[in-house]
């Protein structure tokens, strides 16, 4: 989205940021793709370097982000991230 905001700055247009489920999807498929590649683990460690990038400023966010740094499991990713979305 971040390529979306540009362009719409470039073009002088309205700029409609993601939604909290979008983001959380956005988050979320890198994921999957690294856990099929790399196995979970892996995927898992690799992943808790950008997962905050996608939920900062969501509110609520930050207990979330410091959960997602402990995080063991891609289903345990998937529930925290599934709490923002809850609000």
């Not at 979306?4 to 793709?33: C, K, M, N, Y």
């Not at 992943?47 to 499991?73: F, M």
Request: proline share 2%.
């Amino acid at each position: 989205w971040i390529f979306d905001e540009i362009r719409s700055a470039l073009e002088g247009t309205a700029f409609h940021a993601p939604t909290v489920r979008e983001r959380v999807d956005e988050a979320l498929s890198p994921l999957a793709l690294a856990v099929k590649d790399k196995g979970e683990r892996t995927a898992v460690v690799e992943s808790r370097k950008y997962l905050s990038r996608y939920v900062k400023g969501i509110t609520g966010a930050s207990k979330i982000r410091a959960e997602l740094c402990t995080a063991e499991s891609a289903d345990e990713i998937a529930a925290l991230l599934e709490k923002l979305c809850r609000g």
